[in-house]
Structures are given as structure tokens and as C-alpha cells.
């Protein structure tokens, strides 16, 4: 090995020693906390709807890594974010029904069933709730392992194909394991950028489904607020306490009404 190479192996082990530092990773997860925007911006659910390569790069990076350049990217991008939004520049043009959907316990179930079946299962589980998007007009932004996102005129459209993929999947069985699913849909005005989303509304979307419990439909209050009385019930479950949500932000359980 050369000088040169001698240099350059031993400032690459400064950089690694200095990344993984845990008094500077410590620094840089609590200034992210002071940021504006959604300190766990970076997590699957913040980066759902960001089309930016390096915010795609950064959550790439294993989460059980430590990294000081991986929390101060992400800083960079959140601050980017929370002042964007605050300025208006976060948003778009045009109002729509924003939903995303998870399957409850099914990374635990695919450990013991296996790769095979867990594979079957998330194709027929997409072929139902694609199928209950398309029925109700709306369409897929894309899907990501065994949820998906997508988009529609009006919440009323949203809420019923939630039902819908609801009712279908009750009756779907794969080895004896019933496959269970949450909702959560929010309305607002998203970036788009090709055929995808971005920016808080989504953010307040995927924070929404989080919340939901297997077989339910959650709605912001601003979904809640654009139904017309017959359409749906909907049943108070309070203010949302999540990280990227505003801190008024109330959700409701959407139940089928009269009309529904």
C-alpha cells in the first residue's frame, strides 16, 4: 500500500469513528428536535410520499446504524420541509382525498409462514384493495411492502373503498391467518411530482392510518368535515399525539351510514 492509500484508509477510519461519535449523534438528534418540521422525518412513514433521491438514500440506511451524516442529512431535509410548508411552497395545487392502508401483524406472521406465503398473501391482499380503489374512482400512488397510498377526488370516495377493501379481505384466508387491515385517510392539498405525492398533508395521511386499529377507517377532521350527514357516522376518538401531525389534529372512526 502506498503513502497515499496509507492517507486516504486512515481518514476514511476518522470519518467512520467520527459518524458513529455518540456525544456528536446525540447533538444532532436533539437539535433535529428543535427544527422546525417533523423531527422523525426519515422513518417509513415521513418518507412515504418524498420523491428526493437523497431522502431516499438517507432512509435507506440501516436505522440500527448510528450516524451522525445520516441525522444531520435528515435534519437538513426536515428543515427544508417545515419551511417550505410554512411559506406554502409545501403544497399544491389541487385538493384530494389522501389514503394509506397497512396490514396489522403481518411482518410477525411472515417470519414463521415464510416467503412464499407471505408473497401470496400481499398479491391477493393488493389485487382486493386495488380492486376497492378502482371501484370507488380513485387511484394507486404506489405500493410499499404490504400497504399502499392512494388518492381520490373526494373523501366520501376514499372512505368507501376503505370499507370495501375492509369487507374483502374479511374473507380472505391464507393457512389459517386472516389477514387484517387499517385505514387512514386525510384530505389536502399534496405536492405532485410525476405520479407521486409529497409533503405534509401526506405526511398527516400515513400518521392517521398509523393510528387506526386492524379493521378500521380513521379520518382526519378535515376528511370528517367535507361528508354529507347520511354518508358516513363518524365517532370521536380524540386528538392525534404523533410527531409530524399537527397538534389539533382530530380523528375519526368512519363507520358505513345510511347512505354508505
Known sequence: MSARERGVARLAAVARRVDANPTLLAAAQRARERLPGDSRFGDPLSTAGAPDLLARQLAAVRAERPSVVRELGFGALQLWQGL????????GDREVAIMFTDLIDFSQWALEAGDSLALELLRRVDELVSAA??????????????????VFEEPRQAIAAGHEAQLQLARLHLNGHRARLRVGIHVGRPRKLGGDYFGVDVNVAARVMAAAD????????????RLGEDETILRARGRLAAKGAPQDLEVYLAEPGATG
Open 133 to 150: 380503489v378502482y371501484a370507488h374512482d380513485g387511484s394507486v400512488v404506489k405500493r410499499m411492502g404490504d400497504g399502499l397510498m392512494a
Open 214 to 225: 386492524a379493521g378500521e377507517v380513521l379520518v382526519s377532521g378535515a376528511a370528517g368535515s
Open 84 to 91: 417550505s410548508e410554512a411559506q406554502g411552497r409545501g403544497y
